[in-house]
């Protein structure tokens, strides 16, 4: 595609629920990650996939978070029994290589969770 | 650990007229990178320049340009000939460099609201 595609756009849930939210790099990019953005904050990161494996998922707040990339392009961001403290605009980037000249990260629209 | 640090949340600036944001971060390290990232009300974060720490040319973009101060810590942007579709979030964003391990992440601030008034 011509750039990172995120869906859904727009997630409401109740406190509780499961949810996944999907991520599309562009097409070739090797590494992906995952950042979250509340409201008046800039984005924390979350978790890097290099490939298929996660190469740092330091910033995961809990066990509750979890992502995949089995096939070493889309990948699914995981919460379970969501929190109304999980309510944020989760970002995803993706980028050609992680290191070198070609390290810059291009950013999807972001999903917007909200936990009622 | 590393932190940014966006001192002024918001700013505005008359159309063509010249605005700069600040920047400052903290870091032990001697080699990273530095970026100015442009957030408007889509959401979609768009790299708008980035600077090598180990490059002493200020890099530019266009009409955006920085000014890289690496004794002082400070990373500031400067848009020229404002126009309205720069009015945005700017957020200015730190990474370690590759050699730093698996360490690829990017570590922002918290923004400064631009606006830009015709």
């Known amino acids: 595609g011509a750039g990172v595609s995120q869906t859904p756009s727009n997630k409401v849930t109740e406190k509780g629920k499961y949810v996944e939210l999907r991520c599309d790099p562009i097409s070739g990019h090797t590494a992906l990650y995952w950042y979250r953005q509340s409201l008046g904050q800039g984005p924390e990161f979350l978790i890097y996939f290099q490939g298929t494996g996660a190469a740092d998922d330091s910033g995961l707040p809990n066990d509750r978070f979890f992502a995949v990339r089995p096939e070493g392009s889309v990948s699914t961001l995981k919460i379970q029994r969501t929190e109304r403290g999980d309510s944020a605009v989760y970002l995803c980037a993706s980028s050609l290589r992680a290191r070198g000249p070609y390290n810059e990260q291009f950013f999807g629209p972001g999903t917007r969770l909200t936990v009622l | 650990a590393q932190t940014v640090t966006q001192s002024q949340p918001e700013m505005s600036v008359q159309e063509a007229e010249t605005v700069t944001l600040s920047c400052t971060y903290d870091?032990?390290?001697?080699?990273?990178?530095l970026f100015w990232y442009k957030q408007p009300p889509s959401r979609q974060m768009i790299l708008v320049i980035r600077?090598?720490?180990?490059k002493q040319q200020n890099a530019t973009e266009n009409r955006f340009s920085v000014n890289f101060q690496k004794a002082a810590k400070s990373f500031s942007l400067k848009i020229s000939d404002s126009q309205l579709g720069d009015a945005a979030m700017y957020f200015c964003?730190?990474?370690?460099?590759?050699?730093?391990?698996?360490?690829?992440?990017?570590?922002w601030g918290l923004g400064t609201s631009l606006a830009v008034n015709p």
């Open positions: 964003a730190y990474r370690s460099a590759e050699q730093a391990g698996n360490n690829r992440k990017l570590i």
């Open positions: 600077q090598e720490a180990y």
């Open positions: 870091t032990s390290e001697s080699d990273y990178y």
